[in-house]
């Protein structure tokens, strides 16, 4: 393995840990704030997506379809919650993964009907189109450099957002004790709405900004959606600092995996084997990764409730 | 035994309403009665619909073992299905195809599976433990994919179908049927007499409430587990008949939404109860074939369904039937 392509891994383990973490991020609040265990988090990615395409087909201007794409998908998102979520979150757990596993049937068939099954893509903006020359024999595309940048960007507003405004010490607060900001008057209706909105606006945002580099397509938030909760489990539940550090991690660890599991075991088991052994145990790894976490450390790596 | 003081749920199977008596057997009456509607016509295409309903159902029982009455919400059930199915199989592709051997094979592989990893997930509790075993059910399902001496992310097809003692008695699509049905009652007789005895006992206390069942002597991990272990043994047997059944098996087996959709039989039909996970699998079995039928895009209209189901009957299909409303 030579330096250029652990750099590039690297680059491209941090590029699905910003994207995971964008989705990671809602889904943590969600669940540690409402206790609400949402499966269509990953819909709302691939709403996200198929958004941007939609608007970008409209105004044929990438910033426009950007910011379209966020606004759709946070309408999408206050639409589920007062429609759906509302009426659940006072229910058991089971409810709700029933009721947002619908959610996830009606929504990803309904972007088949409507957008086809095909694979769709967003053209990226001519400006972020080119590669730069980060090390000699590495070329990486700008664009999965700002992809990375705009993550790390929204990871520094978020933790501000959280740990310096009125409405993020609600949020913090609510994530250790719901119950008792209740209690001291806060409206907490309102409060888990904001939180909603925010989380189905990050998802969606992450769709359109990975519309030009990966296949717009239904289902896509599926497979995502599970890692988001791997990241969620592993970085300790309702926390953002947990869900950052976590994304971060299991981006790295999934993607190096992959390129590398099988170079690895070739130094302790013979080629053919290792060839064999190496893509189970890239794909299992962060499983593996996130058993042990929770064997050693139950309520993940950075507990939100004491 | 009279000294555990369990507060005895209304839907569970010892309840001694004569109506909720005879649930069971108008249900396996009707089942086994079933076949005869392949006389109008298209008996192959009946017998194939309903063989999936009973495999489905003895792995909606397994999974109603562990959810419904042990508290256990586990999202990776599929996990124990697709490793009955990859049991059958392997050994098939090896020239191994004796059926009581195949059996064996896949209730030792998925229990030994359930032990390993419900050893681990129980230490968990609440939404932890739903997505822990979410994490065991993907890395099962990765490892299927990456068989490459067994097809991979393509699957395995069967070269035939198991023989039993020397005859190929799975050759024939009823006797197929009738056994598949023989073991769904041979599950949910069993699952019931656990239920009734005192281990079921237990468990269900713990559900109800641990503290109390702590604070009387019993310390639930070891019944949770070996709950556990039966529930994925029993969607083993599933998984078996299923790969016998369509002469296949691929990573598809064991699919999250797989595990998803067993959740959904289980408590469509009405927690706790296991006639309902019965009801259940046999409701969205024919439901999704019937749907199919008159659009591709059948998902449409069921995801909204289930949706209505949890936000207006939450006793299920049998609190509907039965006029009762569960919690």
Redesign the interface.
């Known amino acids: 393995m030579s330096t250029a392509l652990l750099a590039v891994q690297t680059l491209n383990g941090l590029q699905l840990g910003v994207i995971l973490f964008l989705i990671a991020a809602g889904l943590t609040l969600v669940?540690g704030v409402m206790d609400f265990?949402n499966?269509a988090h990953g819909v709302q990615y691939m709403l996200g997506a198929y958004f941007a395409v939609t608007a970008y087909g409209l105004t044929q201007s990438f910033p426009l379809a950007l910011a379209l794409a966020i606004g759709a998908s946070l309408l999408v998102g206050l639409i589920l919650e007062a429609a759906?979520f509302r009426?659940?979150y006072g229910?058991?757990?089971?409810?709700q993964?029933?009721?947002t596993?619908?959610?996830?049937?009606?929504?990803?068939?309904?972007a088949?009907?409507t957008f086809g099954a095909n694979a769709l893509s967003l053209s990226m903006p001519d400006a972020l189109s080119g590669s730069l020359r980060l090390m000699p024999g590495l070329l990486y595309p700008v664009y999965r450099l700002v992809v990375i940048g705009a993550g790390i960007g929204v990871g520094v507003l978020l933790y501000v957002l959280v740990n310096h405004t009125r409405v993020g010490m609600l949020v913090r607060a609510g994530a250790s004790n719901a119950p008792m900001v209740s209690a001291l008057g806060v409206d907490i209706g309102r409060l888990f709405m904001i939180v909603f909105g925010v989380g189905a606006m990050l998802a969606g945002f992450a769709g359109a900004l990975v519309a030009p580099i990966f296949a717009v397509e239904p289902n896509m938030g599926?497979n995502l959606l599970?890692l988001a909760?791997?990241v969620i489990?592993i970085g300790g539940?309702g926390s953002v600092r947990g869900a950052f550090v976590a994304s971060l991690l299991v981006g790295l660890v999934d993607t190096l995996g992959r390129s590398f599991a099988s170079d690895v075991l070739r130094g302790v088991l013979s080629s053919s084997a290792a060839n064999?052994a190496g893509?189970?145990l890239a794909?299992?790894l962060i499983?593996?990764l996130?058993?042990a976490v929770?064997?050693f450390k139950?309520a993940g790596l950075f507990p939100a409730r004491a | 035994m009279r000294g555990i003081a369990v507060p005895m749920d209304s839907t569970s199977p010892t309840a001694t309403e004569p109506s909720r008596a005879l649930v069971p057997v108008l249900l396996f009456a009707a089942l086994a009665l079933a076949p005869l509607l392949g006389a109008f016509g298209a008996e192959r295409y009946v017998l194939a619909l309903l063989t999936r309903c009973a495999i489905f159902a003895i792995a909606a029982l397994g999974l109603d073992l562990a959810l419904g009455c042990g508290g256990l919400v586990s999202f990776g059930h599929a996990a124990f299905i697709g490793i009955g199915g990859y049991a059958a199989g392997i050994l098939t592709a090896n020239g191994i195809d004796d059926g009581i051997l195949l059996l064996f094979v896949a209730l030792a592989a998925s229990g030994l599976f359930a032990l390993a990893t419900g050893a681990i997930s129980l230490k968990t509790r609440g939404v932890h433990f739903i997505m822990i075993t979410l994490a065991f059910g993907q890395m099962a399902y990765f490892v299927a994919n990456s068989l490459k001496a067994y097809g991979g992310d393509d699957g395995l097809t069967l070269a035939n179908r198991a023989s039993f003692f020397g005859h190929d008695l799975l050759a024939d699509n009823r006797a197929f049927y009738y056994l598949s049905l023989a073991m769904l009652l041979a599950v949910y007789l069993f699952a019931r007499a656990v239920l009734r005895s005192r281990f079921g006992r237990v468990l269900r206390g713990a559900k109800e409430n641990e503290t109390r069942m702590a604070a009387i002597g019993f310390n639930p991990y070891p019944f949770r587990l070996t709950a556990y272990v039966i529930s994925g043994m029993m969607a083993g047997v599933a998984g078996f008949l299923l790969a016998e059944q369509s002469e296949f098996v691929s990573p598809a087996f064991m699919t999250w939404q797989r595990s998803g959709d067993l959740i959904i039989m289980v408590m469509l039909g009405g927690m706790a109860s296991l006639d309902g996970a019965i009801l259940g699998a046999v409701f969205v079995v024919l439901t999704e074939e019937l749907l199919s039928g008159f659009t591709e895009h059948w998902r449409v209209i069921f995801g909204p369904f289930l949706v209505l189901v949890v936000l207006f009957a939450r006793g299920g299909l049998l609190g509907i039937l039965t006029g009762r409303r569960h919690g």
Do not use: C, K
């Open positions: 669940f265990i499966l759906i009426h659940l229910r058991d757990h089971l409810d993964v029933l009721a596993f619908g959610i996830i049937l009606f929504l990803n068939e309904a088949r009907m599926d599970i909760f791997v489990v539940i064999q893509p189970a794909s299992t499983y593996v996130m058993a929770l064997f139950p």
